[in-house]
């Protein structure tokens, strides 16, 4: 698998979601990824840190650029508890909780991304205003609601499926109530 060519697609998509969603300075982004999944192997069962090291990376940075804070998901054995940044864990009073991603336990993806990350804890819920899903890692329950699916031009990486949502806020109102 060449890893320039999975940074180059991370890169791209989350510069589109970025764009497409309108995400300002401040927003939480999240991110989910299977790094079994992007080596073409069933989620959670090959695990790759130097793949989870890419990924996080490309989507560290890309967020960074953007003035966004980068929340990365972990898997089912840590509850699908997210790394952050503790500046943006304390930003928005998000309720951490004490466990250490690893590559066999929250991802090699989460793991590199706490790694990376200035002084990193575990959220154990975020409302991202979007989100980017490698390898159909089911990141709907971070986003806020209401979830608007996102069509990017890269459709996988590897051998990941890759789908991503934005938020709006809810229309409320009636038929006699205006909306911008």
Do not use: W
Request: net charge neutral; glycine share 10%.
């Amino acid at each position: 698998m060449n890893t320039n060519e999975i940074a180059k697609q991370v890169d791209t998509i989350f510069r589109e979601l970025i764009k497409i969603a309108g995400l300002i300075h401040g927003d939480i982004i999240v991110l989910g990824a299977s790094s079994s999944e992007i080596l073409g192997k069933h989620i959670g069962k090959a695990s790759s840190p130097e793949i989870g090291h890419t990924v996080a990376s490309a989507a560290y940075n890309a967020a960074k650029e953007f003035g966004l804070h980068l929340a990365v998901q972990g898997c089912e054995h840590i509850n699908r508890a997210l790394a952050v940044e503790s500046a943006a864990a304390k930003a928005y009073g998000l309720e951490i909780v004490n466990v250490r991603p690893m590559p066999e336990a929250g991802g090699a993806v989460c793991a590199a991304a706490y790694e990376l990350m200035d002084n990193a804890v575990m959220a154990e819920h975020i409302s991202a205003a979007a989100g980017v899903d490698i390898g159909d890692t089911s990141i709907g329950m971070h986003v806020k609601f209401v979830q608007v699916p996102i069509r990017l031009s890269v459709k996988n990486v590897g051998s990941a499926h890759v789908t991503a949502l934005k938020s709006r806020p809810k229309l409320i109102g009636g038929e006699r109530a205006r909306y911008n």
